[in-house]
Nanobody, 123 residues
């Protein structure tokens, strides 16, 4: 599967952005999907994940209540709605895919990665 992330940009603190990740290839609906981010000088970290059906979602504590992950299997796309953005949310955001992982919050579980989209939150 190939992944293409988009939707990043510059936004003021308190604002919102919606990231999209379009997938090509077969059997998108069988993949768990995740969003990760990497801030300058820091390691890549988990943000959110969603099961293949959309029935289960997972969030990092730092984004719980502000970010929402969703997917549309008919469009082969996963979304990350980001509200109440903070300067510390500034990072390159990556989407990732993996079939059948039992640990969707773990970065090492994912074999397929998109190219990343930059989100910059100004104070």
């Amino acid at each position: 599967v190939q992944l293409q992330a988009s939707g990043g940009g510059l936004v003021q603190a308190g604002g919102s952005l919606r990231l999209s990740c379009a997938a090509s290839g077969r059997l998108f609906s069988s993949y768990e999907m995740g969003w990760f981010r990497q801030a300058p000088g820091k390691e890549r970290e988990f943000v959110a994940a969603i099961s293949w059906s959309g029935a289960s979602t997972y969030y990092a504590d730092s984004v719980q209540g502000r970010f929402t992950i969703s997917r549309d299997n008919a469009k082969n796309t996963v979304y990350l709605q980001m509200n109440s953005l903070k300067p510390e949310d500034t990072a390159v955001y990556y989407c990732a895919a993996e079939p059948g992982t039992r640990a969707p919050t773990k970065i090492n579980e994912y074999d397929y990665w998109g190219q990343g989209t930059l989100v910059t939150v100004s104070s």
